[in-house]
């Protein structure tokens, strides 16, 4: 089965800093990989995806991943966070054929001006 | 285009009621998940509906909980005698369903807050 950690739980940076949230997952075969944001009260909203290919994948809002199989890594970054990204944020994996995801427990994300 | 609704987005219910949650899926999106997501907590799957059918409901905690899609578009989340640890946040999603095996993107609805007094 498959899983996924997210090592850390709570994450302060400074705004203009840059920003890496890791998550390692557990699965056999090629996982698909997922970022979600979730702002308070809000949904989850898929910053990026990796699916096959370049295992760097660029999302929205300035962020990106980069798939690593030798480490069952897939690493979330941001070159310089603005106040606005403060959230929680997912990693998730799936399999093939629209099978449901594993989430990991998410890290928090706040940001000091 | 309109993405994935849920109703009620707040719900209050007093322990051993029966509560419904409902999920409209994105149009055309043919694969509707249910998770449940608990304070501090990410998304844990529920049930996974392809068309009208449960492909899988392993995640379902016990037999007070169903789900329903009789049409392949809306879908309820049923309840039965509601306890207090069933309160959380209840997700639903919707995906493509995309040939050859491969996955599409799951788009989450905002979620419907159950507390259970």
């Given at each position: 089965a498959q899983s996924v950690t997210q090592p850390d739980i709570h994450i302060t940076v400074s705004e203009g800093a840059?920003?890496?949230?890791?998550?390692n997952y557990s699965y056999g075969a090629t996982?698909?990989?997922f970022w979600y944001v979730q702002s308070p009260g809000q949904g989850l909203q898929l910053l990026l995806k990796y699916f096959s290919g370049d295992t760097l994948v660029q999302g929205i809002k300035g962020f990106e991943a980069e798939f690593k199989r030798s480490q069952s890594s897939f690493n979330l970054r941001k070159p310089s966070v603005h106040w606005s990204d403060a959230a929680e944020y997912f990693c998730a994996v799936g399999t093939s054929g629209n099978t449901p995801l594993v989430f990991g427990k998410g890290t928090r994300l706040s940001v000091i001006a | 285009g309109a993405g994935v609704s849920q109703t009620p987005s707040n719900k209050v219910t007093e322990k051993g009621k029966y509560v419904e949650l409902r999920c409209d899926p994105i149009s055309g999106h043919t694969a509707l998940y249910w998770y449940r997501q608990s304070l501090g907590q990410g998304p844990e799957f529920l049930i996974y509906f392809q068309g009208t059918g449960a492909a899988d409901d392993s995640g379902l905690p016990n037999d007070r909980f169903f789900a329903v899609r009789p049409e392949g578009s809306?879908?309820?989340?049923?309840?039965?005698?509601?306890?207090?640890?069933d309160s959380a946040v209840y997700l639903c999603a919707s995906s493509l369903r995309l040939a050859g095996g491969h996955t599409d993107t799951q788009y989450f609805g905002p979620g419907t807050r159950l507390t259970v007094l």
């Open positions: 840059s920003l890496e949230l890791r998550c996982p698909y990989l | 809306v879908s309820t989340l049923k309840i039965q005698r509601t306890e207090r640890g």
